[in-house]
C-alpha cells in the first residue's frame, strides 16, 4: 500500500540591526536612542486543530489509536458513485472557529496525515470577514483577498473501497498577514443553470443533515460553498427563468455529478475544468458539448446538464416545478450588503408588507437573505418578536422582521 505524507513548514528568520563605532573614535557619552529603520512584521499566530474533541457537526468521522477516520467506510445511497472511481464514503471534521489576536490575510498549515489505495485527507479553511464567511480554500496556503477575524478549519476524508487509507495525526495552522489586493464586492453572481430534484428522503447529506419528506436546501457540485449543518453560510437564490417564483435555500449537500466543480469561479480559482467559461457546469459543457469526453469526473456518462440540485420542498413548494429544469441562481456569498438570518421558515417572501400580499417564494430556514430596507406594515407576532417591521429584499419582496434571527453586514435604512 502505497503512502503519502504532506507538509508545509513556515520557516521564520528574525531580522537584527547592529550599530558600532569606527576604530579610534572616542564613544559618546550617552548614545542616541536607536530609530528603526523599518517596522517589523510580527510573526504568525499558530494554533493547532485538536482532532481529537468531536464537535456538534462532525460528520462520519471519529478519533481512534491517535489518528482521525472515518467512523464508518460503508457507501452511502448518495456517495456511491455509479462507476469505479468515485468515493464511497466520506466524512468532514468541523473545528471551532478562532477569533485571531490581529487580522490576518493568509492561512497555511502543517497537515500529517496518511493517505493510500484511493483515500484523500484534505484540510480546508475559511476566514470571516465583516460581511460574512469567504469560500473554503485549501489550507496548504489560503490568501484571502480581505483581512479576515476569525479563521475556522476543517479536514475532509474519503476513500473509494474498504481497503483505502484516509487518517490524519495532526493539523497546525499559521495565520499572517501579507499584500493583497482588496476587491470590492459587488452584486452577487447570478446564472442561469439546469437543476435537478435531490430526494434521498431519510438520507444523509454531505454536512451530516438527514434529508427530510419535503425539505429546503440545495446541493453545488464542491465542498466551497458547503454550509455547516444547521447554517446557511452558503445560501442560494434560486428562480424560476420566468421569475414567477424563487426560494433563498442553503447549501448542504455535494452534487450533482462532480464534488470539485465550482463552475461559478474564475480559472485562477476554479478547482477543476479551468478551460471552461466562467458559470458554466462542467456537467452542462460534458452533457451538451462532448467536453471530457461526456463525462464526469469519475468517469460516469453525463445524462443531464445539471449544475444545481435542489431538495424536494425547494423543488415543488419553492419554485412549483413539476420537472428538472432551467433556473436562475444566485450565489449570495458573492455580494456585499446587509443580511438577515431566518431563523424560523419556510418563510412566505410577499410582493408587499403584509399577509394579504401575494406569496412570491419561500426562504428555508436558516437562509441568509439580502435586506434593501425596511417599512411599516402589518403587525406580526412571530417566532422571535411581536413587529410591525418588514424588510425589502433585493429583487423587492418582503419578509417579516418576526420571524429573523439576526442581521449582519452593515445599516438597514428605511425605504
Known amino acids: 500500500m502505497a503512502h503519502t505524507r504532506r507538509r508545509t513548514v513556515v520557516a521564520l528568520t528574525a531580522l537584527l540591526t547592529v550599530a558600532a563605532g569606527l576604530p579610534g573614535t572616542p564613544a559618546p557619552a550617552a548614545p542616541p536612542p536607536a530609530v528603526p529603520s523599518r517596522a517589523t512584521a510580527p510573526g504568525p499566530e499558530r494554533w493547532s486543530v485538536d482532532l481529537a474533541v468531536a464537535g456538534g457537526d462532525d460528520v462520519n468521522v471519529a478519533w481512534r489509536s491517535g489518528r482521525l477516520r472515518l ?11 455509479a462507476a469505479v472511481g468515485g468515493p464511497v464514503a466520506e466524512g468532514i471534521l468541523l473545528s471551532a472557529p478562532r477569533t485571531l489576536d490581529r487580522p490576518a490575510t493568509r492561512v497555511r498549515a502543517q497537515f500529517a496525515a496518511r493517505t493510500g489505495d484511493g483515500g484523500t485527507a484534505v484540510a480546508q479553511v475559511r476566514g470571516w470577514r465583516g460581511r460574512g464567511w469567504t469560500e473554503w480554500r485549501d489550507a496548504t496556503e489560503a490568501v484571502f483577498d480581505a483581512p479576515v477575524s476569525r479563521v475556522q478549519a476543517r479536514v475532509v476524508l474519503t476513500t473509494s473501497d474498504a481497503a483505502s487509507e484516509a487518517t490524519v495525526t495532526g493539523l ?14 459587488a452584486a452577487a453572481l447570478t446564472y442561469r443553470v439546469y437543476a435537478t430534484r435531490i430526494g434521498l428522503v431519510g438520507g444523509t447529506t454531505a454536512n451530516g ?8 436546501f440545495a446541493a453545488l457540485p464542491t465542498r466551497r460553498g458547503l454550509s455547516p449543518r444547521n447554517t446557511g453560510d452558503y445560501t442560494v437564490k434560486v428562480c424560476t427563468t ?25 480559472a485562477s480559482v476554479r478547482e477543476n475544468w479551468k478551460d471552461l467559461p466562467r458559470g458554466l457546469p462542467e ?3 460534458a452533457y451538451q458539448n462532448g467536453y471530457n469526453g461526456g463525462r464526469d469526473q469519475f468517469g460516469r456518462t453525463v445524462r443531464n446538464p445539471a449544475g444545481l440540485d435542489l431538495a424536494d420542498g425547494t423543488f415543488w413548494d419553492g419554485l412549483r416545478l413539476t420537472d428538472n429544469a432551467w433556473v436562475d441562481v444566485t450565489l449570495l456569498w458573492t455580494g456585499g450588503g446587509a443580511r438577515a438570518v431566518v431563523g424560523s421558515g419556510p418563510l412566505n417572501l410577499r410582493a408587499g408588507a403584509g399577509t394579504s400580499y401575494a406569496s412570491r417564494g419561500l426562504a428555508a430556514t436558516y437562509a441568509h437573505v439580502p435586506v434593501q430596507c425596511y417599512v411599516t406594515g402589518q403587525r ?15 429583487g423587492g419582496n418582503y419578509v417579516s422582521h418576526a420571524y429573523l434571527s439576526s442581521i449582519y453586514g452593515g445599516t438597514v435604512p428605511r425605504c
Open 380 to 394: 406580526i407576532a412571530g417566532t422571535y418578536r411581536t413587529t410591525t417591521r418588514w424588510y425589502r429584499l433585493v
Open 71 to 81: 467512523a464508518d467506510p460503508r457507501p452511502t445511497a448518495r456517495t456511491r458513485p
Open 172 to 185: 497546525t495552522l499559521a495565520a499572517d498577514r501579507v499584500a493583497t489586493t482588496a476587491v470590492q464586492p
Open 242 to 266: 420566468s421569475g414567477s417564483r424563487c426560494e433563498y435555500a442553503p447549501v448542504w449537500d455535494v452534487g450533482p455529478w462532480n464534488t470539485r466543480d465550482d463552475w461559478w469561479n474564475p
Open 209 to 216: 443533515h438527514t434529508v427530510r419528506t419535503r425539505d429546503h
Open 283 to 285: 456537467a452542462q459543457a
